[in-house]
């Protein structure tokens, strides 16, 4: 650290060791709930000190439950304090326990107080009650899920849900199920979509449990996402075994479902046509999954969508014959990309956008035609897509822009994030976005900023908005 003192560092740490939980893919449970042990919280205090005075600026928790145990509340109530005092650390990234909602929700709020936090992990892995048998997290309670999602919503606390892709017993139409369960329950964030990988201690190594599930592993050169391509004369390849199909999800099912969490992640979490499809999903109670497989199913007279499309199902078929799970691109920062991050990045840089969005309007438009009072959900969808696109944050686009729009869709787009329902008036709205003070000026540092740093936290519109009511009159309830 001394010989690279203008080096950010990022520390590892372990409060305890262990984990009460048994999930079959899991190396911490290992077939067996392990006891918890403990380190001093002496010793605890102590690292916390050495940190703050080295300047650590990102802690990352290791621990496999951060909450269970009481102590952890004073835990970081010392890191904050410490971080109000000195500026340091700027982010301690936990994994919250998966059984407890109050102590979950206290420590993750004064994470969150003093800004701290990343983004709060709510790990459900799955929703298919088949799947949490067979993978022993049947006795994880859903509940607390929803409670804590709830609270944290109402908070303005950002979460993510994990999802793992590869699991037995989960269908194509159960993962489906599920993010749109997920989506319904409150998390309009990110739900992190996860290549299952197979690890030798857990029960997913052996071989009696792969074939009894039916479980079609390949190996993959491991790299790690964000990390940037390079070349060392001595350096040694690492691989991993990935799950690219189950007895339940054959090799042409798990395609399927891995481009449907891409394209999810590209329009819905990464927040391109979040507006609009929240709209159709909460507002007038359309299928959640139907319309994002939409998208997946267009013809070449959709060029954009054509052609992202088949990029996931591509991608996703090379996974399974051995490809790296992630896209290099030298492009942006040398480094390697989600897919659904990859083909947004694309498609600003091929300053293909407006094209992205008129192609949208017609495959919603298209959509809506085949239902009742089609005019005035066509207006609203027209207003919340073209609402959408201006707020979308992009490279070399400094400017103030005044949107007129019937209907105050951005209210109630705000007070949907955090789980309340307010009318959707006809109110003649003049929104005034101000792009002067955040922009960005080259693609790396909008890649950096925006799609890297913006990914947990779903940090991707403009938030300098004024909201002028010209008229007031509530007709659409």
């Keep these: 650290m001394k010989a690279y003192p203008d080096e950010n560092w990022t520390a590892l740490w372990e409060t ?39 300047k650590i600026k990102y802690i990352y928790c290791r621990d496999a439950n951060f909450g ?27 994994q919250s326990t998966k059984n407890s909602t109050e102590k979950s929700f206290e ?3 004064i994470i969150s107080s003093v800004g701290l936090s990343k983004g709060v992990s709510l790990s459900m892995q799955s929703l298919n009650p088949m799947t949490l048998k067979l993978i022993n997290r049947d006795n994880i309670d859903q509940k607390v899920f929803d409670v804590l999602q709830y609270k944290f919503s109402k ?18 139409t159960s993962f489906k199920n599920g ?10 964030n990110r739900i992190r979509f996860n290549n299952l990988t197979v690890l030798p201690n857990a029960q997913f190594g052996d071989p009696s449990y792969q074939l009894l599930n039916g479980i079609k592993i390949v190996k993959n050169k491991l790299v790690y996402v964000y990390g940037e391509e390079e070349k060392i004369a001595d350096d040694v390849d690492e691989y991993q075994y990935l799950v690219v199909g189950t007895n339940s999800a054959k090799e042409k099912d798990w395609v399927k479902i891995r481009s ?45 969508f054509y052609k992202i499309s088949k990029f996931f199902d591509d991608k996703a078929t090379g996974i399974q014959n051995g490809e790296i799970e992630y896209c290099l691109s030298e492009k942006f920062l040398n480094s390697y990309w989600k897919s659904d991050e990859y083909m947004l990045m694309n498609v600003v840089s091929d300053g293909d956008i407006m094209s992205f969005y008129n192609e949208a309007r017609d495959i919603l438009g298209l959509f809506i035609a085949s239902k009742e009072d089609n005019n005035k959900i066509s207006e609203i969808i027209e207003e919340a897509i ?27 787009y705000e007070h949907a994030l955090v789980g309340e329902t307010v009318s959707l008036d006809h109110a003649d709205v003049l929104y005034e976005i101000d792009k002067t003070v955040l922009y960005w000026e080259d693609y790396n540092e909008w890649s950096r900023e925006v799609v890297w740093y913006g990914n947990r936290l ?6 300098d908005i004024q909201q002028n009511h010209l008229i007031a009159n509530s007709d659409l309830e």
Excluded at 76 to 90: E, L, M, R, S
Excluded at 391 to 397: G, T, V
């Design 16 to 54: 305890n060791r262990g984990c009460p939980f048994s999930c079959a893919y899991c190396d911490w449970g290992s077939n067996k709930k392990s006891k918890i042990g403990k380190y001093s919280i002496e010793r605890l205090f102590a690292e916390i000190e050495w940190f703050v005075n080295n």
């Design 68 to 94: 269970i145990l009481q102590r952890d509340l004073d835990i970081v109530k010392y890191i904050a304090d410490k971080k109000i005092k000195t500026g340091f650390p700027n982010i301690f990234s936990v």
């Design 107 to 109: 420590t993750q709020k």
């Design 155 to 172: 908070e303005k606390i950002a979460t993510y849900s994990d999802l793992i892709i590869g699991l037995p017993g989960e269908t194509y």
């Design 179 to 188: 993010i749109e369960y997920l989506i319904a329950n409150g998390q309009h």
């Design 260 to 304: 449907f969490a891409w394209m999810t992640d590209l329009l819905y979490f990464d927040k391109t046509l979040q507006i609009p499809l929240m709209l159709l999903h909460r507002h007038f109670g359309e299928c959640f999954q139907d319309l994002i497989e939409l998208f997946m199913s267009v013809s070449q007279s959709q060029p954009i």
């Design 386 to 412: 073209l609402l959408n696109q201006v707020l979308l944050k992009i490279p070399n686009d400094r400017l103030k822009k005044s949107l007129s729009c019937k209907y105050n869709i951005l209210n109630w």
């Design 458 to 463: 779903g940090d991707y519109l403009h938030k």
